[in-house]
């Protein structure tokens, strides 16, 4: 565990740029309860450093000196692992660096030796959302607004035109199997959220998670199967080895759940957890956990296909986790960690879908600080899975599926607090450094009585719920509609460089591990 660390801090930060290793603060990676941080003493030596011509010289020709050595690498990809950083833009991106600790930091993707953009929107929006991104960077295949794997012949809630297979989109995940590798999906959202549910889902309505959902769109429930149906039941759902999240409501109807006593959602009278446990055939050994104790007592040997559904909604913000003393929820890594162990006895390779979710949920409630703390949990899941495969046979993408309205603007002082003072404005007084074009923390920054700006030295920053302000009042933040990076590792990595549509990802994917019907490397 000791080493990881050490791996995963040089991976998450320049360790070149802090000083020597003894100079950083080091922590558990699978336990962070705060970000990392240097000590007084390499921050001062940095500083110093900064302020000469040499540094800047020197620290311009080691960048130089990597690009020129960078090798093409045409290996055929054994293993294709894409990590998606729900909601995460590039002001994000940059944000998060500051948080995890400094402006001169890289977050564990920042490492990677490509990088190119990706053009987010659906066929019928110019911004679009996580299920027709889904769609696009999955299947290959762009479509409508909250619709998932199929084409945009699918007008959204349509309950007729998704029950046309030939509208149907299948994801790499279905490409990978049906080549004989493994494939699987982690997240820290529903199993059955849109995102996920790219990889095995067909619907016109991203909502429709269960029964009742389709019913509600006046939907035959027995006709319209629900994404959670799909997922223990169709074509691609039922073959995958590994499925890890949250979401336990979407497959309960009276079965109480085991954590909160509830019922699920469900009005069909079903339990899928138990159906999927049934499908178990001879020789296999099919396992379901719902908390952290159970997930760390999986022997990835032992265990054929983990079914993990940590939480009747969403898996809890990290920082709720580390707050709130939620100590049987998994981290990010800590589902990754045990995914790829299970995946990894493949001896064709698989294909291993990754969501940092909740990056996304933080930007819409104006939650700045949830937001970049799940970003940096996310690159961590990153470092850990870079650290146990090989650049040579496993190919590792990270992107976004579409950016968001929040800012990173104003003139704070360098090594200042990203969630402090940006300056003053021309009513004197200050404002924030992070800001949203649209929110409910619009309500939180403007006096109702005096018609102005609240006076944010007046009001209690410190809360991980703090909302930051915004300019239009909305009930949820809006996504934003310009391009998302697009990292790339491994095999054919090279690939992912210039500005290109987002459904082009996949291709890219499986022309280096030579799966799918398009072009392969190996032909």
Not at 141 to 158: F, L, R
Not at 196 to 205: I, K, R, S
Request: net charge negative.
């Amino acid at each position: 565990m000791q080493l990881l660390a050490v791996v995963t801090v040089c991976l998450v930060v320049s360790c070149a740029a802090a000083g020597p290793v003894d100079d950083v603060l080091q922590y558990d990676p699978y336990h962070p309860s705060i970000p990392e941080v240097e000590s007084p003493k390499a921050r001062s030596t940095l500083a110093q450093q900064e302020q000469t011509i040499e540094y800047w010289r020197d620290n311009a020709k080691r960048a130089v000196e990597k690009i020129l050595n960078l090798k093409e690498n045409k290996n055929i990809a054994k293993n294709i692992i894409l990590f998606l950083g729900d909601g995460m833009s590039i002001s994000t991106v940059a944000m998060a660096r500051v948080y995890a600790g400094g402006e001169e930091k890289r977050l564990a993707f920042e490492e990677f030796p490509h990088i190119g953009m990706s053009k987010t929107y659906c066929v019928n929006y110019q911004v679009p959302d996580s299920a027709c991104t889904a769609t696009a960077y999955l299947t290959g295949v762009k479509g409508n607004y909250e619709t998932i794997g199929v084409n945009a012949k699918v007008p959204s809630y349509d309950c007729e035109a998704e029950l046309d297979e030939s509208t149907h989109t299948h994801s790499i995940a279905k490409w990978a199997m049906d080549a004989g590798k493994d494939a699987g999906l982690v997240t820290t959202t529903r199993v059955t959220h849109a995102s996920p549910a790219g990889v095995y889902a067909h619907t016109a309505n991203r909502d429709r998670e269960n029964d009742n959902e389709v019913s509600k769109d006046g939907c035959d429930p027995l006709v319209v199967k629900d994404v959670a149906q799909q997922l223990v039941h169709g074509e691609t759902g039922k073959r995958l080895k590994v499925v890890m999240g949250g979401g336990r409501r979407e497959f309960l109807s009276s079965t109480l759940d085991p954590e909160t006593g509830k019922k699920g959602k469900r009005k069909d009278k079903r339990d899928l957890i138990q159906e999927w446990l049934d499908q178990e055939v001879q020789g296999e050994n099919r396992t379901y956990v719902w908390n952290k104790d159970d997930l760390l007592q999986v022997d990835p040997q032992r265990t054929t296909r983990l079914l993990g559904l940590f939480e009747p909604t969403h898996c809890a913000y990290n920082l709720d986790r580390v707050h709130k003393d939620l100590d049987q929820e998994p981290t990010l890594a800590e589902m990754v960690d045990k995914a790829t162990d299970i995946l990894s006895k493949s001896e064709n390779g698989f294909f291993l879908f990754v969501e940092g979710g909740r990056i996304d949920h933080g930007h819409h409630d104006n939650y700045a600080k949830y937001a970049l703390d799940e970003a940096v949990q996310f690159s961590e899941a990153i470092a850990l899975a870079r650290s146990k495969f090989s650049e040579k046979d496993t190919l590792i993408v990270v992107t976004s599926d579409h950016s968001h309205s929040v800012s990173f603007s104003g003139y704070a002082g360098r090594g200042g607090d990203i969630f402090g003072s940006g300056g003053k404005g021309s009513d004197n007084l200050p404002y924030m450094t992070i800001s949203y074009a649209n929110g409910l923390g619009f309500y939180d920054h403007i006096d109702p009585v005096e018609k102005k700006r609240t006076d944010i030295n007046k009001m209690d920053m410190t809360a991980d719920d703090f909302r930051f302000p915004a300019t239009l009042p909305v009930e949820s933040e809006t996504h934003g509609g310009e391009d998302v990076g697009v990292y790339a590792s491994g095999p054919w990595s090279h690939l992912f460089t210039g500005t290109y549509e987002q459904n082009t990802i996949p291709h890219l994917m499986a022309y280096a591990a030579c799966i799918g019907d398009g072009l392969k490397a190996c032909t």
